[in-house]
């Protein structure tokens, strides 16, 4: 297990160029699962192509297990990389797949077979052994791409979206396997993803990053109950967190602690918005309301409010309707920097 750093990592394409990394100060910790989380563009790949030795950084240093990497090979850096294509030889057996960075190290045939062995039937493949990827479904072959990294015994694991090419369902599913044999195998992983599903589900910490920069680094419950801009507050969640705009102040509340003021405590605190609900979405466990705000500081604003469906209140469209939020769940940022700021009074 390695625990990996960068210092001051910067990425610019070109000259001049909004970098696609800037500045970037990171810190794994042993054997944990870390999700790099952004949208298209948001530097997370340039990053973990950084961190494999792929891409060269314009400034800044690499260390993996203590030691400098910026001048290593990505072999030299003992580290395993699966790709969002899984790009597995057509004409070779699984067994051929799995076996192949093994025999460009001329591993004695004997010692191969049972490397690869040990790996398949950890990932539950052993059966597939003889088989072609043409005859494989996508979970299988990705099982395939993570045997074949696990045979060399790397220090670190790099993911690149390695589920991205599947079905829902099929998704599903494999996040549960690969958190599972991670767990299994104890090896530092870095895993990259578009998906806050799968970054929620599977991260031991969250690494959220926008425009080349990381906005805020945390468990997932730490980037989702306390999200520290409003990039992080509006990017986690669906719907994303309500952020309505007064004198100088962006308040914000999830969707989730929007409710009627009759289902809140009548002794908590709360915050009372006139909701004149708009349209409504059946999800069948939940319900999602959509509204504007009437009166008060946040008039005209539009909000979301998400339900569960055994609630027995119905809302009329284009009628008024109490709504309340608790005073602990709101969150307030600076209006200008758009970061976490200290609670105010609202008019």
Same mark, same amino acid.
Do not use: C
């Given at each position: 297990?390695?625990?990996?750093?960068?210092?001051?990592?910067?990425?610019?394409?070109?000259?001049?160029?909004?970098? %696609?990394?800037?500045?970037?100060?990171l810190?794994?910790?042993?054997?944990? +699962?870390?999700?790099?989380?952004?949208?298209?563009?948001?530097?997370?790949?340039?990053?973990?192509?950084?961190? %494999?030795?792929?891409?060269?950084?314009?400034?800044?240093? =690499?260390?993996?297990?203590?030691?400098?990497?910026?001048?290593?090979?990505?072999?030299?850096?003992?580290?395993?990389?699966?790709?969002?294509?899984?790009?597995?030889y057509?004409?070779?057996?699984?067994?051929?797949?799995?076996?192949?960075?093994?025999?460009?190290r001329?591993?004695?045939?004997?010692?191969?077979?049972?490397?690869?062995?040990?790996?398949?039937d950890?990932?539950?493949?052993?059966?597939?052994?003889?088989?072609?990827?043409?005859?494989?479904?996508?979970?299988?072959?990705?099982?395939?791409?993570?045997?074949?990294? =696990?045979?060399?015994?790397?220090?670190?694991?790099?993911?690149?979206?390695?589920?991205?090419?599947?079905?829902a369902?099929?998704? %599903?599913?494999?996040?549960?396997?690969?958190?599972?044999?991670?767990?299994?195998?104890?090896?530092?992983? =870095?895993?990259?993803?578009?998906?806050?599903?799968?970054?929620?589900?599977?991260?031991?910490?969250?690494?959220?990053?926008?425009?080349?920069?990381?906005?805020?680094?945390?468990?997932?419950?730490?980037?989702?109950?306390?999200?520290?801009?409003?990039?992080?507050?509006?990017?986690?969640?669906?719907?994303?967190?309500?952020?309505?705009?007064?004198?100088?102040?962006?308040?914000?509340?999830?969707?989730?602690?929007?409710?009627?003021?009759?289902a809140l405590?009548?002794?908590?605190?709360?915050?009372?918005?006139? +909701?004149?609900?708009?349209?409504?979405?059946?999800?069948?466990?939940?319900?999602?309301?959509?509204?504007?705000?009437?009166?008060?500081p946040?008039?005209?604003?539009?909000?979301?409010?998400?339900?569960?469906s055994?609630?027995?209140?119905?809302?009329?469209?284009?009628?008024?309707?109490?709504?309340?939020?608790?005073?602990?769940?709101?969150?307030?940022?600076?209006?200008?920097?758009?970061?976490?700021?200290?609670?105010?009074?609202?008019?």
């Open positions: 297990m390695a625990v990996v750093q960068t210092r001051g990592l910067t990425k610019l394409f070109a000259k001049g160029q909004v970098g %696609a990394v800037v500045d970037v100060d810190e794994s910790r042993e054997g944990e +699962f870390l999700v790099l989380l952004g949208p298209s563009g948001s530097g997370k790949t340039t990053l973990l192509r950084m961190i %494999a030795g792929l891409e060269e950084p314009t400034s800044g240093e =690499i260390w993996i297990g203590g030691v400098l990497v910026n001048d290593l090979t990505p072999r030299q850096r003992r580290i395993a990389m699966v790709f969002q294509s899984y790009a597995l057509p004409h070779l057996t699984v067994l051929g797949n799995i076996e192949f960075p093994l025999k460009a001329r591993m004695p045939k004997e010692e191969r077979r049972r490397k690869a062995q040990w790996a398949a950890l990932l539950g493949i052993g059966r597939l052994l003889g088989r072609k990827p043409r005859e494989l479904s996508g979970g299988e072959r990705q099982r395939v791409a993570l045997a074949r990294a =696990i045979v060399r015994e790397p220090s670190l694991f790099l993911l690149d979206e390695p589920l991205s090419n599947l079905d369902k099929l998704r %599903a599913s494999a996040r549960e396997e690969l958190e599972q044999f991670q767990k299994k195998i104890g090896t530092t992983t =870095i895993y990259v993803t578009h998906d806050q599903v799968e970054a929620m589900a599977m991260g031991d910490r969250v690494v959220v990053m926008n425009q080349g920069a990381v906005r805020q680094i945390g468990t997932p419950a730490d980037v989702y109950d306390e999200p520290q801009d409003t990039f992080v507050a509006a990017f986690l969640g669906s719907p994303p967190m309500n952020l309505l705009e007064a004198a100088g102040v962006i308040v914000g509340f999830r969707p989730e602690h929007f409710h009627p003021s009759a405590p009548a002794d908590e605190p709360v915050l009372k918005l006139a +909701f004149r609900a708009k349209h409504e979405e059946y999800l069948g466990a939940e319900r999602i309301l959509y509204g504007v705000l009437e009166g008060g946040f008039d005209g604003e539009k909000a979301v409010a998400r339900m569960s055994t609630l027995a209140a119905r809302f009329a469209p284009d009628v008024v309707h109490d709504f309340a939020v608790a005073k602990k769940d709101l969150k307030f940022f600076d209006r200008e920097k758009e970061t976490r700021t200290e609670p105010r009074a609202l008019a």
